[in-house]
C-alpha cells in the first residue's frame, strides 16, 4: 500500500523511508548533503553483501533516508514562490 503524498510530493508519513545501496563513497557524499540541506534524517551503513561466488562477498554502502515532513511543509520559516 502506497503512502499518501502532499501537493509538494512529500510523503503525509514521517516515518517513511528510503533506502539506496551503493558502492561509491561519491552517492555517499551527496546523500550526506542533500539531507542536510532538506533537513531529514540520514543513517549510513558499511555493510558485506554475497557475491555472485560462494564464499564472496562485496563491500557496499546502505543509506537511509528518513522523510521529516513538518520540515518540508511551508511554516513562515522558509522562501515561498
Known sequence: ???AE???????NPRRTKL??????????EAMKGARMFGVGIQ????VRPGGRPGHYQEWW??????????SRDDGL????
Do not use: K, S, W, Y
Open 1 to 3: 500500500m502506497a503512502a
Open 6 to 12: 502532499n501537493d509538494d510530493g512529500c510523503t503525509t
Open 20 to 29: 539506496m545501496l551503493t558502492q561509491e563513497m561519491d552517492d555517499v557524499t
Open 44 to 47: 549510513v551503513r558499511n555493510v
Open 62 to 71: 546502505e543509506i537511509v533516508v528518513f522523510d521529516d515532513v513538518p520540515l
Open 78 to 81: 522558509h522562501a515561498t514562490e
